[in-house]
């Protein structure tokens, strides 16, 4: 019988310092000065497609702040708020997109910060035209992919957070043959780490391509 390893080693969560900012170092700069008093800019957007870090960076701002920041299947709460983050305004309904637009000229008006995401540019959202307008009015940054080169590093971070030594091999066949979004190939390093343990062999380009077989 194979054996299994129950893995309770908590991710760190997300924070400034743990995320690899590549080519999107001037959006990371705004987002930490993006703090009371640091900016005279209360609405700041990030947007760009999957796995660029949009949610990551919104839950560490709003982390560091102690700002609200609402699940999916949550109502924006009513202004004013001292600081709001929204992820993925794209799939917000009729109610929420009126009073995001409240919201926004709440933090204006009385000094609030919202930081917002989404998977394009405001103006192509499909959003309300007034609610689009007023995000573009705000800092707008798009975060762009990381190079390989860059996800080479994540990866490596990744694997010594956990106490795991990743071959350059393992690595580059990483790259090469796996689902190359970032949150993808970082769940491909931890799921390999426990894969190891369970079958009592080092991480290997073998090992590796025996887990990818399987269902997971």
Known sequence: MRQLILDLRPDSPPDFSNYLPGPNAEALAALR????????????????????????????????LGAVLPTARESLPEPPVPALAVDDVDSLDADNQIRLFSLINSAREQGGLLLASGTLPPARLGLRPDLATRLAQGLVFRLLPLS????????????????????????????????RGLPRLLATVDALDTFSLSRKRPVSVPL?????????
Do not use: C, F, N
């Not at 694997?159 to 690595?171: M, Q």
């Not at 590796?208 to 997971?216: D, V, Y």
């Open 33 to 64: 000065g993006h703090i009371p008093g640091g900016t005279r800019e209360p609405l700041l957007t990030l947007w760009g497609e999957a796995g660029v870090g949009k949610s990551h960076l919104l839950r560490a701002w709003a982390r560091a």
């Open 148 to 179: 390989d080169a860059d996800k080479a590093t994540a990866l490596v971070i990744r694997a010594e957070g956990r106490g795991l030594r990743l071959p350059e091999e393992v690595i580059r066949y990483l790259l090469a043959h796996s689902r």
């Open 208 to 216: 590796l391509k025996e887990m990818l077989r399987l269902p997971w």
